[in-house]
């Protein structure tokens, strides 16, 4: 394979392997998104259990009332502890996408670096080449200055 056909392929791993990090960083920030929804919705479930029962009521309730306020309650804490777990979840999902994506980029810089190395050493081949003809043309000149 010639160092152009390497060059285009090294070019094209690098090309998806970035494509590779915006995705993983944009189901990332949707992780994140959905984290402060839950945060979001923990804090409005808790303001809802400290605002309900026997916290929350300022004059004596009834049996019945007050019975039903504290079920409520129960209920409404039971559903911010199931939250708590399924943030919790959550949370190491994003430990697991964030650990992909950092490893996506590593594997996207390595990549970019072996492409700069081939197209330096391309550049460099190049360049050589472009010595030696004129070096060669130069020795040629020199020597039918010498013939005449």
């Known amino acids: 394979m010639s160092k152009h056909n390497t060059i285009d392929s090294l070019g094209t791993l690098v090309q998806l ?9 944009r189901e990332l920030a949707s992780q994140e998104a959905t984290r402060v929804r839950y945060q ?3 804090q409005r479930l808790t303001s809802l259990a400290h605002g309900s029962g026997a916290s929350g009521a300022s004059v004596a309730l009834a049996p019945a ?8 309650k ?4 039971a559903l911010a502890d199931s939250h708590r777990v399924d943030l919790q979840l959550h949370e190491a999902n994003m430990a697991v996408a964030q650990r992909r994506v950092h490893e996506a980029w590593a594997k996207r810089e390595l990549l970019g670096k072996v492409l700069e190395r081939a197209q330096d050493a391309l550049a460099l081949d190049q360049e050589r080449a472009t010595r030696k003809r004129e070096d060669d043309i130069a020795t040629q000149s020199w020597m039918a200055g010498r013939a005449a």
């Open 40 to 42: 979001n919705n923990l």
């Open 65 to 72: 009332l007050a019975l039903n306020c504290g079920a409520y």
């Open 17 to 25: 392997r970035s494509t590779q990090v915006e995705r993983l960083q």
């Open 74 to 77: 129960q209920d409404v804490l």
